[in-house]
């Protein structure tokens, strides 16, 4: 069976374009112009992945709110807010709700392709994990890598799958760089260099939610970043 895109855009041209390209792929596309069509679908089947525009009709935020309730159903269905919204407010808004990309609708489709391209491939490795239970110890931080799990100080740290991989990737080699193309690829995903950033963000801003104290994450500037064990 194709795997089951819902794309909830509240411009039908724009959806049908997006609709098109996607069916192109192969896959299964369903659209919602609204939040509370959406919020149904969601309630009655979680899709393989999620194309969430932010302003829907006069919700300015339905988006949002859509993410929240999406993300509260699985943890794991990859959500990509394709937004006119390009703020950095609204960019920190959307990873902390657990979106997995932030696109401008600038974007080509033939790039939107290869982003949902790349986040179903990733899920596919997700179901194809070993479910052995293997812990990664640096100093402070545990994982728990089978089950993508994160913990500072023995206090569970709630990582999503893209920002779990991001750590991983850093923690495997204390000290040593990892650029943003090379933590792309730890993610298993095609992101790009702003989108690196702002995940980086909020993976600090988690751990330091946790302990104010908290800087394991440096920045290497113009190369990327490392991660530091005391």
């Not at 394709?82 to 696109?103: E, H, N």
Request: proline content about 2%.
């Amino acid at each position: 069976m194709p795997e089951h895109i819902v794309v909830v855009e509240d411009e039908l041209a724009l959806a049908a374009n997006y609709r098109a390209a996607l069916e192109e792929q192969g896959f299964r596309v369903s659209h919602y112009a609204d939040r509370s069509s959406a919020e149904q679908a969601f309630s009655a089947e979680v899709p393989d992945l999620a194309i969430i525009d932010i302003a829907l009709g006069t919700e300015t935020e339905g988006g949002f709110e859509l993410c929240r309730l999406l993300r509260a159903h699985s943890a794991e269905v990859p959500i990509v807010f394709l937004t006119a919204r390009d703020d950095d407010i609204d960019i920190v808004s959307g990873f902390r709700l657990g979106a997995d990309d932030y696109l401008s609708k600038t974007i080509s489709l033939r790039h939107l392709q290869a982003r949902v391209t790349a986040l179903l491939a990733r899920t596919e490795a997700l179901r194809n994990r070993h479910p052995a239970s293997k812990t990664l110890q640096r100093g402070a931080l545990t994982l728990d890598t089978a089950r993508m799990q994160a913990s500072w100080h023995n206090q569970g740290i709630a990582l999503t799958v893209t920002e779990y991989w991001i750590v991983e990737a850093l923690a495997r080699h204390p000290g040593h760089v990892k650029s943003r193309q090379q933590l792309m690829e730890a993610a298993n995903t095609v992101l790009d260099n702003s989108t690196i950033t702002s995940h980086i963000k909020r993976i600090r801003r988690k751990f330091l939610e946790s302990d104010g104290e908290f800087s394991a994450i440096e920045t290497a500037y113009g190369m990327g970043y490392r991660w530091l064990v005391e």
